[in-house]
């Protein structure tokens, strides 16, 4: 289990609960209180097991359009038998809020209201947070409290509106060491069938949780899977068998891990924009391996004319879909993972 710190059978208490061996409880911890009074909290599920082991954090909807991992989870949660389990599971489904009321990926109405004052706006940017800061800061801070008591984590996102991935663990770079790897492993373990390890982007750049979380010891990884905005059975069958094979892999449940078809560790993603605005066309399937100078899209203006074809400069694998009918000038057509 790559040296994750363990854990005793006792008592689990994270924010406000506790939860004795063998059980499981849910709840609430208090987030912030909006301009009438009224409280606005996290939900909170502690599942402690009757034998000793890790304690996974798990995480959805820090970006409030990003329904999937709230299913995946309560699908993951629901399955299991706390009796059997060893070590135990800190979740919180969803991790802003005031994001998921509106159905957005930030919470809009906050940012109008006073847009210089709330940015940063984006939560998931800057972990380790400031319970003294701004909303954003805020939500980091509590819930970075959770996470560093844990032995490890899993984030779990879909794109926001407009985007589909395929089933796929992004982890921190390796240059930050031991942590990192362990990050690696948990993400192995997990089986999505595509992973990225790569350098460079957002995913990788200091303030997004799971890289200040492995940074502080406690290995982590983001999983992306599915569509902003969209709740599809599929998806959620699938994010649950992940979770599953993750809880095998770190010993935590028994039973034989779910692999899928295929498997591809990638070096660094590749967005492609467009150069044209019209109606996208996308010509290849999600996860498939496309070659050099492949066309993975067409942009056809509104009288019917083709005005670009995107191809793949290089060798990839198709990881992530723009799902919108149309796009204008530097809008993302298509996403290749590297190989």
Known sequence: MQDLKQFPVGPLSAGPLTAAPGSVVRGQMDLVELADGTPVRFPLVLVNGTKPGPRLYLGAAIH???????????????????????????????????????DHRFPVSQFMKSPLDQAPIDAWTVFPGDVRGNLAQIVAGKLFSLIRECSCAIDLHTP?????????????????????????????????????????GMYVSRGISCVEATAAGVPAFT??????????QAVTDEGARCIANALIGLGMLEGKRKL????????????????????LRTEVELGAVVAKDQVLATIVDIFGDTVETIRAPEAGVFVRSTTLSNVSTGERAATLGLL
Not at 271 to 278: D, F, P, Q
């Open 160 to 200: 926001t509106r407009g985007g589909r991935y395929v089933p796929i663990a992004i982890v921190p770079s390796m240059s930050m060491g031991a942590s990192a790897e362990r990050a690696l492993w948990l993400a192995e373990q997990c089986a999505t069938g595509f992973i990225v390890r790569g350098d460079r």
């Open 260 to 279: 899928p078809p295929v498997s591809h560790v990638m070096r660094d993603f590749l967005g492609l924009r467009a150069s044209r605005g019209g109606l």
């Open 223 to 232: 999983f992306e899977i599915g569509e902003g905005g969209r709740l599809e």
């Open 64 to 102: 409030g359009d990003e329904v999937n991992g709230i299913a995946i989870l309560a699908q993951s949660i629901a399955a299991i038998d706390p009796a059997m389990l060893a070590g135990s599971i800190v979740c919180v489904p969803v991790q802003h809020p005031l994001a998921f009321y509106a």
